[in-house]
């Protein structure tokens, strides 16, 4: 809506009803369950690739919040240089010099997200909600972005509106405003459209 000219989103209150929530959970730990089993060999290729690629683990362990803002570990490929982050928390680009060879690759395909289906089948995260983020920048942009805290309304996901639409380096307010519209029109068929549309954008960039 609008008003006096100024463009307006009105948000639910009532979030994600139990039947609702049962079934998106549901379907997380069936698709999970089998994407984890189908995509193995890929997985395999994938950790075999960063392991050759640059010195260091091959996953990436990182403090995210999640549903209601609860603490979790998420889990990735590496696509960085060992200890890149070091003591204080930098957001990342396309561009960033710390990116390795293969990780690049990876963030331009996704890849580096597929060990993040464990998270899913845990259930600390969803196939398909508004990416989690660290709580350094959490705090940062609660105080910045009126209606930032309104993500964490649903679980976070591997895939969302904004990382279709988006890409690495988009910026915090644009992802908002793809991720407040998610969470104010969840449906079953809104995240079986945006996994489709994951799916196309991944083979896209693997071609």
Excluded: C
């Excluded at 959970?25 to 950790?47: E, G, H, Q």
């Excluded at 209606?147 to 988006?166: E, F, K, M, N």
């Amino acid at each position: 809506t609008n008003l006096f000219g100024i463009p307006l989103v009105n948000l639910s209150r009532t979030g994600l009803g139990p039947g609702m929530k049962a079934l998106k959970r549901f379907v997380d730990i069936v698709v999970s369950a089998v994407a984890l089993v189908l995509l193995s060999p890929i997985l395999l290729l994938v950790a075999w690739s960063v392991k050759r690629g640059s010195a260091g683990p091959v996953f990436y362990r990182q403090e995210r919040l999640g549903l209601h803002g609860k603490p979790f570990h998420i889990i990735k490929f590496r696509t960085m240089v060992q200890d890149a982050e070091g003591a204080r928390p930098q957001l990342s680009s396309d561009e960033d010099p710390r990116i390795t060879h293969v990780g690049k690759r990876l963030r331009q395909t996704r890849l580096d997200e597929l060990p993040q289906l464990w998270n899913v089948a845990k259930g600390e995260m969803s196939l398909v909600g508004p990416r989690p983020e660290r709580p350094a920048f959490v705090s940062q942009f609660e105080n910045r972005l009126p209606g930032y805290s309104r993500r964490h309304d649903v679980p976070p996901g591997i895939t969302g509106l904004a990382q279709i639409r988006g890409r690495y380096e988009t910026e915090p307010d644009y992802k908002l405003g793809h991720d407040l519209q998610y969470v104010v029109n969840w449906s079953p068929v809104l995240d079986l459209m945006i996994m489709l549309e994951t799916i196309v954008v991944m083979a896209r960039r693997l071609a």
